[in-house]
């Protein structure tokens, strides 16, 4: 990695895992205070193991992601069905200026404004039964071939 620069800005340990922190330019520091590497797990959002006596009693490691981390040390632990949103739309922008408490509905509506989520419409929707072509055909049979805004 080289001389990577991390600033360092307003570091604050986690509420819970509070051996762990977080500063608000989207950096995870561990027990040691070092930082963290961060993988990008199935979905594409940076994650990182979490060793805690806390997060089990077997002390076996969780995998977190990282901008619910960021957002519990700066905000405080997310109760209730909430979510964090990257108001920018990229997952792996987890300064704390870019991340937002939200519902999962506001959440999916913002992924459709920005074009990250496609909601399918037609036959290419999961809930469809029938083709475009046979809603065609049951329309000019109900309206006797008279068709012309179909």
Known sequence: MGNQQVSRN??????????YSADTDG??????GNLLSLCNDTMGYPSFRLHD???????QAVTTRA???????HNGV???NKVINHIDGDKTNNSLSNLELITQKENMQHAIALGLQV?????DSPKATITEKTAKSIIRAIMGNKLDTV
Do not use: D
Request: hydrophobic share 25%; glycine share 8%.
């Open 10 to 19: 307003n570091i604050k340990n986690h509420p819970v895992y509070t051996r």
């Open 78 to 80: 997310i109760t209730g």
């Open 67 to 73: 901008h619910r981390f960021i957002w519990e040390c």
């Open 119 to 123: 909601v399918p419409r037609g036959e």
């Open 27 to 32: 950096n995870v520091y561990g027990i040691r």
């Open 53 to 59: 006596k806390i997060s089990s009693k077997t002390n």
